[in-house]
């Protein structure tokens, strides 16, 4: 399983766009790439999956170069209850073994 | 739509114990995932029951096991339990098929082992 890595903490101030970037270099042809964010003593919540270029949903958008080593998470006008752990998942096409590393602290200030 | 839902909500108990957790899954969903969540680090996928039947596991001991049901509920059983064992434990049940990365989360389940 390809193994990721993310900056471990970031600030931001409201109105901000946020722009998370994962690593994962041994990313393998049927790997998908997905994006999970976290509250304190709550479940993780899907936020967005993607292959390669770009795919744009409701709250955020995913970037992917063409060489897949890498993706960026970018998270518009982020707001103070943006402020959770976000986690970026590489896994194969099945997805039936999630594999989350120590995700990326968040906090938006205002 | 009732999402997923977990019990009890917290749980203590004595090292060499044996506990259960229960896990409903969201309705539609056949397939479901237990992951343990130490303070401070993600979710350690444990196991997964696809349509009653164990699809995938993680490093975790034998003493670790689990069930589904007809109606795809699941159950987490871990026998004498260690300190270590102190998490919270997630359940996460999805549609199942290819492409099963969006999971549904419950809010879980703290454990404390004494």
């Known amino acids: 399983l390809a193994k990721t890595t993310q900056p471990i903490s970031m600030d931001s101030y409201e109105g901000q766009e946020v722009n998370i970037t994962c690593s994962h270099n041994?990313?393998?042809?049927?790997?998908?790439i997905t994006w999970y964010q976290q509250f304190p003593s709550q479940g993780p919540r899907f936020i967005i999956q993607?292959?390669?270029t770009k795919v744009t949903n409701e709250v955020a958008s995913l970037f992917i170069p063409a060489d897949r080593k890498s993706s960026t998470l970018s998270l518009p006008r982020v707001s103070l209850s943006d402020t959770a752990v976000y986690y970026c998942l590489v896994g194969d096409t099945w997805g039936n073994k999630l594999v989350f590393g120590a995700g990326t602290i968040l906090r938006v200030k205002s | 739509e009732t999402g997923v839902t977990q019990s009890p909500t917290h749980l203590i108990k004595t090292r060499g114990q044996q506990v259960t957790l229960r896990c409903s899954s969201q309705?539609?969903?056949?397939?479901v995932s237990w992951y343990q969540q130490a303070l401070g680090q993600g979710p350690q996928f444990i196991f997964q029951?696809?349509?009653?039947?164990?699809?995938g596991r993680g490093n975790f001991p034998p003493r670790f096991s689990g069930l589904q049901f007809p109606n795809y509920s699941s159950e987490l059983n871990v026998n004498a339990l260690e300190l270590d064992d102190s998490a919270l434990y997630l359940c996460?049940?999805?549609?199942?098929?290819?492409?099963?990365?969006?999971?549904?989360f419950g809010p879980g389940t703290r454990l404390t082992v004494t």
């Open positions: 993607g292959y390669k």
């Open positions: 309705s539609g969903h056949n397939t």
């Open positions: 041994n990313i393998a042809t049927n790997d998908y």
């Open positions: 996460a049940s999805s549609p199942g098929g290819q492409g099963n990365y969006e999971q549904y």
């Open positions: 029951y696809y349509r009653e039947e164990e699809n």
